[in-house]
């Protein structure tokens, strides 16, 4: 009789006593704070129609997500995310008052190729604030992830923050006009963080920028520190137009609200920061740990005002 | 511009925030008697490969879950049960000291024709002993399950217990041979406490039994109440052979076991209980609820000391 090894599929595992235990304390504490700050919590269905997803981000989001035809023939997927499940149930509720404060931990699941310590499914927390389109909102969320950080002991951390108008309008200031070719672009800046500055003017040399506008990009890219340092001359040193404008006053109106929160300390300004998805429209952030070994960013997010439109039938922001 | 109205999948339901309030409160109460009995929390991956899921239930599995293709030609599944994975993970692992006792709370999918209050995505609960072949194990989990019910305010309910041995050495004394016609009476007799005799009567005549054999299934059957008043008679009522004496002595020394853990007015006898899942081998319990509205059983269970052997290379008794 042949000995069957039953094994895992690629890219999936499974979570042991140990690891088990760490997990149900770490949603302990999430929900915990995420109850502080007011937010309800609730969780989408795992499981959604192919074309809710692929409104979020386009039929490309195929090949990077598990779908598949039901018995009945209706395509479906696996969520890859929180925000489109929480986004689709909201955007269609005419009953709620605003703003509504939701969170979820949940897992989702992404068709990645997998790496060290990167599975194919993985547990992901969320908050969203639809309704509010000050930048008190973007300070809160900002807000809550860093006393989230705090409560688990990742106290060494720093919230980076930036806004998308910035980087777009920058772009456009160089004659960048195509939706696709600006994606393109804001993929290569997201990755900055992550490369060497050859590897990216490699990159951005390819994309078809000239010498002197990769120069630019990366003089772009450069500029960061701390609020008040940077914020008086930023104007000066950007391009002047209508997106960089709103960009500028969105930004500097998340750093004042966070500065009233008691967050000033615990937050940077990064203009690389441009977040890797197409629907962010605003303010953008993601959080680093300092004290322990460079995982990447420890949460990000941002504003997405017009993803409601998309799922529902009213304009709703959301952060 | 056309308005698109984006829906769930059917069967699918996203969870509101005041059923997910229920839900985490639940969760902790269920993890707080896991955690006092000494079970471990894990959860084993929510994909499996399809050739894990149909080891245990066989290829008509696949009419009942969700499965397809990845984009590697790869057949995987949803998990249908927590049940298989949880004996994947232990069956392949010799480090491991026995008793293994451990549980989880993890999301389950099954391609079900949808009916009210049933989705094909819903939340389980699970505790599994590995490793003890005694029925002091069977009362645990009995003992386990009662203390959940108690603690989340089920406190009037009732576990009826049986063994399977009783009803697959009974069905063989009236001469049922053929695995599959033993699995279909089974599935009859499962569902028992949901219909009324007349449809039973009906479905046994149907699977092939003349009518002398339906009146002693029936018999059979009806055979349940207070322990101290079933057990004694019950060696005379019953038909003699093998599997049904080992039957008796496990299911007396299952109840025996929960009088000592201080459960025994919880607990009735009662034959009807088969379970319908093919892979239980020996005692087997589910609990009803009795103040609420009749939703079914509340939890169920039972012993599969073979389906290690499916999974590992090794036999290891499990409750």
């Given at each position: 009789?042949s000995?069957?090894?039953?094994t ?5 595992k499974?979570?042991e ?8 304390w ?6 915990q704070?995420?109850?502080?700050y007011?937010?309800?919590l609730?969780e989408?269905s ?8 692929e ?9 990077e ?5 039901d018995?009945?023939g ?9 925000t489109?499940?929480m986004?689709?149930m909201?955007?269609?509720r ?9 969170g979820?931990i949940g897992?989702v699941w ?5 790496q060290?310590a ?17 930048p ?8 809550l992830?860093?006393?989230i950080?705090d409560k ?8 980076r ?5 910035l980087a ?6 160089l004659?960048?006009?195509?939706q696709?070719?600006l994606?393109?672009?804001?993929r290569?800046?997201?990755?900055m963080?992550?490369?060497?500055p050859?590897?990216?003017e490699?990159e951005l040399g390819?994309?078809?920028l000239?010498?002197?506008k990769v ?7 450069d ?15 950007l391009?002047?137009?209508d ?5 500028l006053?969105?930004l500097?109106?998340?750093?004042d ?11 940077q300004?990064?203009l690389?920061?441009v977040?890797g998805?197409?629907y962010?429209?605003?303010?953008v952030?993601?959080?680093y740990?300092?004290a ?8 990000g997010?941002?504003?997405?005002d017009?993803?409601c ?9 959301a952060?």
């Amino acid at each position: 009789m042949s000995e069957t090894q039953f094994t895992l599929p690629r890219g999936m595992k499974d979570i042991e006593p140990e690891e088990m235990i760490k997990r149900i304390w770490l949603a302990d504490q999430i929900r915990q704070v995420l109850w502080s700050y007011g937010f309800q919590l609730l969780e989408p269905s795992p499981v959604e129609n192919l074309e809710t997803l692929e409104a979020k981000s386009g039929p490309g989001i195929r090949d990077e997500i598990y779908w598949f035809k039901d018995k009945a023939g209706r395509n479906l997927g696996l969520r890859f995310d929180l925000t489109v499940g929480m986004t689709r149930m909201i955007a269609n509720r005419f009953d709620l008052p605003e703003p509504i404060k939701i969170g979820c931990i949940g897992g989702v699941w992404r068709y990645d190729e997998p790496q060290y310590a990167r599975y194919r499914y993985h547990t992901q927390w969320d908050a969203e604030v639809y309704g509010v389109a000050e930048p008190t909102a973007d300070a809160e969320i900002i807000s809550l992830g860093s006393d989230i950080l705090d409560k688990v002991g990742l106290k060494d951390h720093e919230v980076r923050v930036s806004n998308r108008k910035l980087a777009e309008g920058f772009l456009q200031s160089l004659g960048v006009r195509s939706q696709e070719e600006l994606e393109r672009l804001l993929r290569i800046i997201d990755g900055m963080g992550k490369k060497g500055p050859e590897q990216i003017e490699g990159e951005l040399g390819r994309a078809g920028l000239s010498p002197d506008k990769v120069k630019r990009v990366m003089g772009f890219a450069d500029i960061g520190g701390d609020a008040d340092k940077v914020l008086p001359d930023l104007e000066k040193k950007l391009p002047k137009n209508d997106l960089i404008s709103k960009g500028l006053q969105e930004l500097s109106g998340t750093i004042d609200n966070v500065d009233s929160l008691g967050k000033r300390s615990k937050v940077q300004v990064d203009l690389r920061i441009v977040r890797g998805i197409s629907y962010y429209d605003g303010t953008v952030f993601e959080a680093y740990d300092q004290a322990g070994e460079d995982v990447g960013a420890v949460f990000g997010g941002g504003r997405f005002d017009k993803l409601c439109r998309i799922y529902g039938k009213r304009d709703m922001p959301a952060t």
